[in-house]
């Protein structure tokens, strides 16, 4: 079993940065990807972005790209979302995703991913 706990949340004005933090525990080997997914009031989870632990592919969604930016920290076993320029569209409870296996044929496919944490909420002012 993996645990997930994300931090790093909180309230930004527009146009600042935040860095969510992903980290994982339990038995977190073989994990093969981390991703960050984001669920506004009244919307569906929607993709953020993805990154594969060995090799560091990453995959963005079209929202993010270009202002955020994901990474892992391999000491930690903890995925990093560095969010800059951010816009109150962004506001939404932010979750980090994690695979194990051996291929990610779908980086934005929800069902991809085993393991989800509780989220942490993220709020832009304008």
């Known amino acids: 079993q993996v645990q997930l706990v994300e931090s790093g949340g909180g309230l930004v004005q527009a146009g600042g940065s935040l860095r969510l933090s992903c980290a994982a525990s339990?038995?977190?080997?073989?994990?093969?990807?981390a991703a960050w997914f984001r669920q506004a009031p009244g919307m569906e989870r929607e993709f953020v972005a993805a990154?594969?632990?060995?090799?560091?592919?990453?995959y963005y969604a079209d929202s993010g790209k270009g202002r955020f930016t994901i990474s892992r920290d391999v000491a930690k076993n903890a995925a990093v979302l560095q969010m800059n320029n951010l816009k109150p569209e962004d506001t939404a409870v932010y979750y980090c995703?994690?695979?194990?296996?051996?291929?990610?044929?779908?980086?934005?496919?929800?069902?991809?991913?085993?393991?989800w944490g509780q989220g942490t909420q993220v709020t832009v002012s304008s």
């Open positions: 990154i594969v632990w060995k090799g560091v592919s990453t």
């Open positions: 339990g038995r977190p080997a073989g994990m093969y990807a």
């Open positions: 995703a994690v695979k194990r296996g051996l291929s990610l044929p779908r980086p934005g496919a929800r069902d991809e991913y085993e393991y």
